[in-house]
């Protein structure tokens, strides 16, 4: 087995509970690890042989573009997709961050990780 790692996919996105954040929008970032076979693909050197990295990037991209209240609930939409798109990926850890999030304080970022595996 192996992990194919994305790591910081920066998007602006407009999640949040607040009616501000959906229409201000916010920065955020998302960190994808995807547990996988490489053998096939490390003897063959053909795409089609592993997990397209642009594939996933596009996912990611797509998901973190439709507005939802709270993190979870993109990170579910993220990893529901990969697994219905993408059959060779037995196991899925997901971060979303959102970057300097409205909490009255001096925080960096707030992250959720969820971490899934193929039923």
């Known amino acids: 087995m192996g992990i194919i790692k994305l790591k910081n996919i920066r998007t602006y996105s407009y999640h949040g509970c607040l009616v501000e954040e959906g229409k201000i929008g916010s920065d955020y970032s998302v960190d ?22 642009v594939l996933l990037n596009r996912i990611v991209e797509e998901e973190m573009a439709i507005r939802s209240q709270l993190l979870e609930h993109v990170a579910h939409r993220i990893i529901k997709r990969i697994f219905d798109e ?8 997901l971060a979303v ?10 925080v960096e970022a707030v992250t959720i990780e969820m971490e899934e595996y193929r039923n």
């Open 32 to 53: 994808l690890e995807v547990k996988t076979d490489l053998r096939k693909s490390a003897l063959s050197d053909n795409l089609e042989d592993t997990v397209d990295y």
């Open 97 to 106: 961050s959102k970057l300097n999030p409205p909490i009255g304080g001096d």
């Open 86 to 93: 993408v059959a060779a990926i037995s196991r899925i850890t």
